[in-house]
């Protein structure tokens, strides 16, 4: 499965961003997915994950209410739609998908297979 994230940039504190994940050499159907994200010096750390269906959801507190993960598998992308941007939501965004499961994913050494990352910038 290759990744490829689009949609990052800058934008001011309060605004909004929305990034999208599309996926090639397989379909997206078998495979759970998440967004991940890593500001300078920090670890990657999870930021949403959602099922193979699409039907579940998760989220970090930090973004819970802001942030919406979402998926269509016909079209084999994945969405980040962020809200309420804050300056400490500012890092290299990153899609990852691993095998559906029974299980809900949450760390990065979980995952299989990473796009190469998209930079947001949220200025206050």
């Known amino acids: 499965v290759e990744l490829v994230e689009s949609g990052g940039g800058g934008v001011q504190a309060g605004g909004s961003l929305r990034l999208s994940c599309s996926a090639s050499?397989?379909?997206?159907?078998?495979?759970?997915m998440a967004w991940f994200r890593q500001a300078p010096g920090k670890e990657r750390e999870y930021v949403a994950v959602?099922?193979?269906?699409?039907?579940?959801?998760y989220y970090a507190d930090s973004v819970e209410g802001r942030f919406t993960i979402s998926r269509d598998n016909a079209k084999n992308t994945m969405w980040l739609q962020m809200n309420n941007l804050k300056s400490e939501d500012t890092g290299v965004y990153y899609c990852?998908?691993?095998?559906?499961?029974?299980?809900?994913?949450?760390?990065?050494?979980?995952?299989?297979?990473w796009g190469q990352g998209t930079q947001v910038t949220v200025s206050s």
């Open positions: 990852a998908a691993v095998r559906a499961s029974y299980s809900v994913n949450y760390y990065p050494n979980e995952y299989d297979y």
């Open positions: 050499g397989r379909t997206l159907s078998r495979y759970a």
């Open positions: 959602i099922n193979w269906s699409g039907r579940s959801t």
